[in-house]
């Protein structure tokens, strides 16, 4: 089948594996090609199509382009794409990347929380909370109409956790679109290869703590993590805390202590020889669909500790692979963060385990066969 990766932007090589995807794709025996907006990766081993948004909306372009199956990273938008690749004949996959709670009519505590936890100061909390109240009594039928129309135009909608297919499901059925449920199926996340294939460290690892993110974007909550390490770092004499990422700036309270590494940014060498040695990987996310770099960490055999966030439940696998904190603030992350440790101090880890089973389920194989799966 010819097999296309269809984005609503721009292509650049970030943390999805858009290289992984097709070569993964070409190794079912099928025929890769990735549309997008503009291409900023450069070269490819695949061909890369340059399309323009009204291309994009039109029937007769994507019928030219031969196409039996459109995998499409939309967030749950964008429903005119959908229906033109379906006029041209082409099945659809809809990549939904989102944690599922994509209503503020159906979710209203949940998304309210995270509208206030993104705003710094009291003027800007009343701010988000005024346009929070005017997304639900206004925007939201027009908002939930446009996720319900791209469910109706996808033939299979995959999503990455089964928590945030249960988050979805609940807006099908407020609506009374049940029917669109049956179109849900569970494709996690890929990791890169080369996370599947580095030597995976012992159980026998230091009580290291790494964070990795973007840490000047308000989604990963620098100040919250600094809180929760000064907590940590109190307790535990022995525990060392590698940071990594942009936004270093945002750590001054820790700068200079001599069990903490600002690393600022790493090259990916770097980054797998830390997760192999790390006991886990510590988050202080606001929201997260299903974060990759957790996975990363999964992969080779770091557990993760994080808010009890939808993107998070499942990566800690009931308690198996990592711990949640009851509350998303430094007290809690704090008592978590603790916990992990113990379990490994008591030798309740087997990375080994951990790495090989989350490998199994992230590879590129496993998830470009789970997303045509989809709609057989």
């Given at each position: 089948?010819?097999?296309?990766?269809?984005?609503?932007?721009?292509?650049?090589?970030?943390?999805?594996?858009?290289?992984?995807?097709?070569?993964?794709?070409?190794?079912?025996?099928?025929?890769?090609?990735?549309?997008?907006l503009?291409?900023?990766?450069?070269?490819?081993?695949?061909?890369?199509?340059?399309?323009?948004p009204?291309?994009?909306?039109d029937?007769?372009?994507?019928?030219?382009?031969?196409?039996?199956?459109?995998?499409?990273?939309?967030?749950?938008?964008?429903?005119?794409?959908?229906?033109?690749?379906?006029?041209?004949?082409?099945?659809?996959?809809?990549?939904?990347?989102?944690?599922?709670?994509?209503?503020?009519?159906?979710?209203?505590?949940?998304?309210?929380?995270?509208?206030?936890?993104?705003?710094?100061?009291?003027?800007?909390?009343?701010?988000e909370?005024?346009?929070?109240?005017?997304?639900?009594?206004?925007?939201?039928?027009?908002?939930?109409?446009?996720?319900?129309?791209?469910?109706?135009?996808?033939?299979?909608i995959?999503?990455?956790?089964?928590?945030?297919?249960?988050?979805?499901?609940?807006?099908?059925?407020?609506?009374?679109?049940?029917?669109?449920?049956?179109?849900?199926?569970?494709v996690?996340?890929?990791?890169?290869?080369?996370?599947?294939?580095?030597?995976?460290?012992?159980?026998?690892?230091?009580?290291?703590?790494?964070?990795?993110?973007?840490?000047?974007?308000?989604?990963?909550d620098?100040?919250?993590?600094?809180?929760?390490?000064?907590?940590?770092?109190?307790?535990?004499?022995?525990?060392?805390?590698?940071?990594?990422?942009?936004?270093?700036?945002?750590?001054?309270?820790?700068?200079?202590?001599?069990?903490?590494?600002?690393?600022?940014?790493?090259?990916?060498?770097e980054?797998?020889?830390?997760?192999?040695?790390?006991?886990?990987?510590?988050?202080?996310?606001?929201?997260?669909?299903?974060?990759?770099?957790?996975?990363?960490?999964?992969?080779?055999?770091?557990?993760?500790?994080?808010?009890?966030?939808?993107g998070?439940?499942?990566?800690?696998?009931?308690?198996?692979?990592?711990?949640?904190?009851?509350?998303?603030?430094?007290?809690?992350?704090?008592?978590?963060?603790?916990?992990?440790?113990?379990?490994?101090?008591?030798?309740?880890?087997?990375?080994?385990?951990?790495?090989?089973?989350?490998?199994?389920?992230?590879?590129?194989?496993?998830?470009?066969?789970?997303?045509l799966?989809?709609?057989?």
């Amino acid at each position: 089948m010819k097999v296309a990766i269809v984005l609503t932007t721009r292509w650049w090589r970030a943390s999805i594996d858009q290289d992984g995807y097709c070569a993964a794709l070409a190794r079912l025996g099928h025929e890769p090609v990735l549309y997008c907006l503009g291409n900023d990766a450069g070269e490819a081993d695949f061909p890369v199509v340059e399309a323009s948004p009204s291309d994009m909306s039109d029937a007769a372009y994507w019928q030219r382009q031969g196409l039996d199956v459109a995998i499409v990273f939309n967030w749950l938008r964008d429903y005119r794409l959908l229906e033109a690749l379906q006029q041209a004949g082409t099945r659809t996959i809809t990549r939904a990347d989102s944690d599922g709670q994509a209503s503020v009519r159906v979710f209203p505590r949940e998304t309210l929380s995270l509208c206030l936890s993104s705003a710094p100061t009291v003027g800007s909390r009343v701010r988000e909370g005024v346009h929070w109240l005017r997304r639900y009594l206004r925007l939201s039928r027009e908002e939930d109409a446009e996720l319900l129309a791209t469910a109706n135009a996808s033939d299979a909608i995959a999503i990455e956790s089964r928590e945030a297919a249960e988050n979805l499901r609940a807006i099908f059925t407020h609506y009374g679109r049940e029917d669109l449920g049956g179109r849900i199926a569970v494709v996690p996340h890929s990791v890169k290869d080369e996370f599947l294939t580095a030597p995976i460290g012992g159980a026998d690892r230091p009580p290291l703590v790494f964070c990795g993110g973007r840490w000047d974007d308000v989604q990963k909550d620098a100040p919250l993590l600094q809180r929760t390490l000064q907590r940590v770092l109190a307790e535990r004499e022995d525990v060392r805390v590698v940071v990594a990422g942009a936004g270093m700036e945002n750590f001054a309270a820790l700068a200079g202590h001599p069990r903490v590494r600002l690393a600022g940014q790493i090259p990916r060498t770097e980054l797998r020889a830390i997760l192999a040695e790390a006991r886990f990987l510590l988050a202080s996310s606001r929201w997260e669909t299903q974060p990759i770099g957790s996975l990363e960490a999964l992969c080779l055999g770091a557990t993760v500790v994080a808010p009890s966030l939808p993107g998070f439940v499942a990566l800690v696998d009931q308690g198996a692979s990592g711990t949640l904190a009851a509350h998303r603030d430094d007290a809690s992350l704090a008592r978590a963060a603790l916990a992990e440790l113990q379990c490994w101090d008591q030798g309740r880890r087997d990375p080994d385990h951990i790495a090989r089973k989350w490998r199994a389920l992230v590879s590129n194989d496993a998830v470009a066969a789970g997303l045509l799966k989809s709609i057989a």
